[in-house]
């Protein structure tokens, strides 16, 4: 059944348009089944059998119908809604003794609706050409679950979110934004969260794509003119779920179709999940439409993991290598990599290495032979500028602030670890340190480093202001962490 009353070129062309945006499934079941579309007095008119009807296209639907009226005809369009039963009843055809046939009397009100609704959930339901990124099986390219991600203190909220979002897409939580440093797991989270997505909704559709790939396909599709084909391929998914999505800062044209991407998901109430190096207000060159959409949901952070969580998930990579560690090496290797999973895997690969090529069991002399760079790097001196940039950036300082005489929480938390570290790192003395941080008196230098190893001894946790809210961290692994950063530097 058509949803166009009569013949009319631009109501054709129209119809096309809205089938376009929101998909042929869901327009033959809301549209050609259901409505009648008219163009009167500068807007467009919408019968419709019931009011479910008209609230469900209102909700669901008028967005991608103003804008297939803006592509069609080049204006704006107002969308009215007018319930006429009548023009839904079936028409009686005589029978063959030339009566009415006996039909089954037909639906109306909430009966319908519910008809209507529970074809709409069964149509979509069904499989749909997919995504090539989503078509594979899922462990072809998604190489981890939510079950091996070793969870800490920093990564708490950031697994529980997506484990949430993962069972109940687009209920909470949408969209859902996960930020922090390379190598800690977002990755990890993300096709997780797809995995546990495809086990709770096999039927649905999801693609997986980094911010390269999402790129790579635009500008494929453009250049081919198949914009169409790759719309209808992403706008209609239950999840979608884009890593590396910083990628895209500075690409205006890429950003406006993820923009439109973003709005016609969410729209029909799907699931969208991203993942960046960066809070989206850090991110250089992004619109403020993207920031403004990323942020309406749930942003979390990603934090370094503790030397607890390191630990453990020494624990769990060595179980996966079939390695026989110690608690020792596992203490040696973890008190040496602070700031990435990704230097904890590459450890016990290493390590790994070593015991199959040479037969024996792993010792600790053997990890300290094999990893042996990692002693030297912790002895080698460090300078004093490469910890004072270091500390800078972990606290989101410039150089000119930790120098000079404001007393806010954030600078003089920095600038004391910045004190204690150049003390135990670069071996200048008390006056030379105050000196090289603003000309201080040597007596205000030595209180500093006094002050950071009480907090060190008594793991006292630290609180600080950043650009995202504010922060906490034991006293020791902060020391430990920036000590790593400054080396790193060197």
């Not at 709005?263 to 991110?283: F, W, Y």
């Not at 199959?356 to 080698?380: E, I, P, T």
């Not at 340190?433 to 002050?451: E, F, L, P, Q, Y």
Request: glycine share 6%; proline share 5%; hydrophobic share 40%.
């Amino acid at each position: 059944m058509s949803c166009i009353s009569a013949h009319d070129p631009q109501l054709a062309r129209l119809a096309d348009a809205i089938a376009q945006r929101v998909g042929p499934q869901r327009f033959h079941v809301w549209f050609n089944n259901s409505t009648r579309l008219d163009l009167r007095n500068d807007g467009l008119e919408i019968a419709v059998p019931n009011d479910f009807i008209s609230e469900w296209i209102g909700n669901h639907f008028v967005r991608p119908i103003q804008e297939a009226a803006h592509e069609v005809l080049g204006c704006s369009l107002s969308v009215r809604f007018n319930v006429a039963p009548q023009l839904f009843e079936p028409a009686k055809a005589p029978g063959r003794n030339g009566s009415a046939p006996v039909l089954a009397p037909p639906l109306t009100g909430h009966a319908q609706a519910a008809a209507i609704a529970a074809k709409a959930q069964s149509t979509v339901a069904l499989p749909m050409p997919r995504p090539a990124t989503a078509a594979r099986p899922a462990g072809s390219r998604l190489r981890h679950d939510l079950e091996s991600f070793v969870v800490g203190p920093g990564s708490q909220l950031a697994f529980n979110a997506a484990a949430c979002v993962a069972e109940f897409p687009g209920a909470q939580y949408n969209p859902l934004f996960i930020h922090g440093a390379c190598g800690l797991g977002k990755t990890h989270l993300l096709q997780g969260l797809c995995r546990r997505f495809v086990r709770h909704h096999p039927t649905k559709r999801w693609a997986y794509l980094s911010g390269e790939e999402f790129t790579n396909d635009f500008l494929t599709s453009l250049r081919t003119n198949k914009m169409d084909q790759f719309r209808r391929r992403l706008r209609d998914l239950d999840l979608l779920v884009i890593d590396d999505v910083h990628f895209l800062s500075g690409k205006k044209g890429t950003q406006e179709e993820f923009l439109h991407t973003f709005n016609a998901i969410e729209a029909l109430g799907h699931q969208v999940v991203m993942a960046s190096d960066h809070h989206p207000k850090m991110i250089h060159e992004f619109g403020e439409s993207l920031v403004s959409r990323f942020v309406s949901g749930m942003v979390v952070r990603i934090d370094p993991p503790n030397y607890s969580t390191r630990c453990e998930i020494l624990r769990s990579l060595a179980q996966r290598q079939r390695l026989h560690a110690s608690e020792e090496i596992i203490a040696w290797i973890a008190r040496r990599v602070t700031q990435n999973v990704r230097e904890l895997e590459g450890a016990i690969t290493r390590v790994a290495a070593h015991v199959k090529l040479s037969g024996q069991d792993a010792d600790l002399a053997m990890v300290q032979q094999a990893l042996g760079d990692l002693d030297r790097h912790l002895v080698a001196p460090v300078s004093p500028q490469n910890i004072i940039t270091a500390v800078c950036g972990y606290f989101g300082l410039q150089e000119t602030e930790l120098m000079s005489g404001r007393r806010q929480r954030t600078i003089g938390l920095a600038r004391s670890v910045a004190m204690m570290l150049i003390r135990r790192l670069a071996k200048l003395s008390f006056p030379e340190i105050g000196m090289r941080m603003g000309k201080r008196n040597h007596s205000t230098v030595i209180s500093a480093c006094r002050r950071m190893q009480r907090a060190v001894e008594k793991r006292q946790m630290l609180v600080w202001s950043s650009a995202v809210g504010d922060r906490q961290e034991e006293a020791g692994e902060l020391v430990q962490r920036l000590e790593e950063l400054s080396r790193a530097g060197n």
